[in-house]
């Protein structure tokens, strides 16, 4: 089998086992939410910041965490986290500093067994996006062959792209709409 298309049904097999209404869930809060706050550490933070990105050209007030224009976080708003493990100490941190906040908190993660996800009221579990998850949890999916957390930041990247059709029709946006809010300072 041709390694695309390897890649392409790792991705498929990890999309389709994600639980749809964790993502309306997820989509609601997002909706409900007075300001969102996206973190990620590594490329998990590439993730966490193109999603980010599309969320302010929705015309949603969005900050990646960690920028210098992000305002302190506070009750009434949304902050999504993106961690493989759920362990990152950073991810960690914040998660607590949520809950301390009363601030509603989602984590994408592997298998929701990480200390971030208590903290958060929402766990969205994205399983078999890793070899080690699928030899110790047996989730009946084969391991990924990809190296180390690929798997996992490209099926969370796809994911929150797909929220984002779902977003755009929420709130009657367009491509065309939301270009006019792409970065014109480059």
């Not at 007075?34 to 929705?58: D, N």
């Not at 699928?134 to 490209?154: H, V």
């Amino acid at each position: 089998m041709d390694i695309y298309q390897i890649i392409i049904k790792e991705i498929e097999n990890v999309l389709l086992s994600v639980d749809r209404q964790e993502i309306k869930v997820l989509k609601q809060e997002i909706l409900m939410a007075r300001r969102i706050y996206v973190a990620g550490a590594g490329r998990s933070g590439l993730v966490a910041g193109s999603f980010a990105m599309r969320l302010c050209q929705l015309g949603l007030c969005a900050f990646l965490v960690g920028e210098v224009a992000a305002t302190a976080i506070g009750e009434g708003d949304l902050l999504i986290l993106i961690s493989g493990s759920g362990n990152t100490e950073s991810i960690v941190r914040f998660s607590q500093k949520a809950k301390q906040e009363k601030t509603k908190a989602a984590l994408l993660t592997v298998s929701g067994e990480g200390r971030a996800a208590a903290n958060c009221s929402l766990t969205i579990k994205m399983p078999g996006t890793c070899e080690k998850d699928a030899a110790d949890r047996n989730t009946g999916m084969e391991g990924s062959r990809q190296p180390m957390g690929a798997l996992f930041e490209q099926s969370v990247l796809l994911l929150l792209d797909g929220l984002v059709l779902e977003l755009m029709e929420s709130l009657q946006e367009t491509s065309k709409t939301m270009m006019r809010r792409h970065a014109n300072l480059e």
